[in-house]
């Protein structure tokens, strides 16, 4: 399987319940990965997922679906038959983790113990090599989930009321 399956099998099974820019479309099929590696120890595709400043990339996503930029993907590429065990995998992602805006899943591929923060390096395009993703946080069968910065907002709501009102007015 490729990456670009995973991305077009987002997209086409996916997209219209969580649509996504290039950006978060990357992330979701990085998320992929790691999941596939924590409960197989196996990746799921063998395309050479990097570090970038703003997360994991994947080339031949970025090749697939760049040209559309910043704008939500409208249809895949092409369509791909997927394996059923892969579906699923794919599936619970999707479930997990596409309602989520690009915003919150840069922030928690990018977090510490990930294996995103282990190896980038400014600069530098250093590959997420699937044992670094193994052996981070991002594989880790207790992981958890995106802290929310909605969710966050939200805290500093409810511990300093005031606090939002002021930016507002500043």
Known sequence: MRAVDVANYLVERWGRCYPATIHKLNRLVYLVQAEAIATTGEPLFEDRIEAWQCGPVVHAVIHAFGEQGDA?????????????DAVRLIDSVA????????????????????????????????EIMSDAIKASADASADASGPEL?????????????????MLETS
Not at 72 to 82: D, F, S
Not at 149 to 163: E, H, T
Request: hydrophobic share 45%; proline share 10%; glycine share 6%.
């Open 72 to 84: 939500m993907i409208a249809a895949p590429t092409e369509h791909v038959e997927v394996k059923s």
């Open 149 to 165: 910065f909605s969710a966050m907002l939200d805290a500093v709501a409810q511990n300093m009321p005031r606090a939002l009102k």
């Open 95 to 126: 479930e997990k983790y596409g309602p989520l805006p690009a915003f919150d899943l840069v922030s928690f591929v990018r977090r510490p113990g990930g294996a995103w923060a282990r190896v980038y390096a400014p600069g530098r395009e250093a």
